[in-house]
């Protein structure tokens, strides 16, 4: 019974992550939006999402994750927002992102925070924040099973 429960609450914890990683994808979104509406002299939307991701304690899976965004559809532009201590190779890290444009970002500090703001680099309306440890995967498999939001008001 004890390894059962850990798998239930481990897919609990998936489902909460994926819930969080939505979450912020909305915030930074919609705070582009606003960043965007303000300056008219912005150029038009790519289509597409970009992925920002912050890199700090893991930067040695970061090509590894790379190639695999690079398969993903959906993202159409990377930007890793660099705040670890290690060295970063960007011929590789360019190499490893294959065709997907990537833009590699140094923030002023080690926050966090620095994943909602509106970076230059950052040019598609859908934007994916994510961390350097979490799952993509997981994150687009919680965003297919979601129901379209209807506001209160149609209901």
């Known amino acids: 019974d004890a390894p059962l ?3 239930a609450m481990a ?3 998936a489902r909460r992550l994926a819930g969080v990683l939505l979450a912020l994808a909305l915030v930074v979104a919609a705070s582009l939006a606003l960043h965007r509406s303000s300056s008219s002299s912005s150029p038009p939307l790519d289509p597409g999402c970009t992925l920002v991701v912050n890199v700090f304690s893991r930067p040695t899976t970061v090509p590894d994750s790379l190639r695999h965004y690079d398969k993903t559809k ?3 532009a990377i930007v890793l927002l660099w705040a670890g201590p290690a060295q970063v190779d960007e ?3 360019k190499a490893a992102a ?3 444009p990537l ?3 140094f923030p002023p500090s080690t926050s966090l925070n620095w994943r ?3 970076w230059p680099e950052i040019r598609t309306e859908c934007v994916i924040s994510m961390d350097d440890g979490a799952s993509l995967a997981l994150a687009l498999s919680s965003l297919s099973r979601r129901r379209p939001c ?6």
């Open 103 to 105: 833009s590699l970002v």
């Open 98 to 100: 294959g065709v997907t």
């Open 116 to 118: 909602f703001y509106p």
């Open 91 to 93: 011929e590789e890290l």
């Open 5 to 7: 429960a850990l798998t």
């Open 74 to 76: 959906s993202i159409t």
């Open 11 to 13: 897919r609990v914890r």
């Open 150 to 155: 209807v506001p209160r008001a149609a209901r």
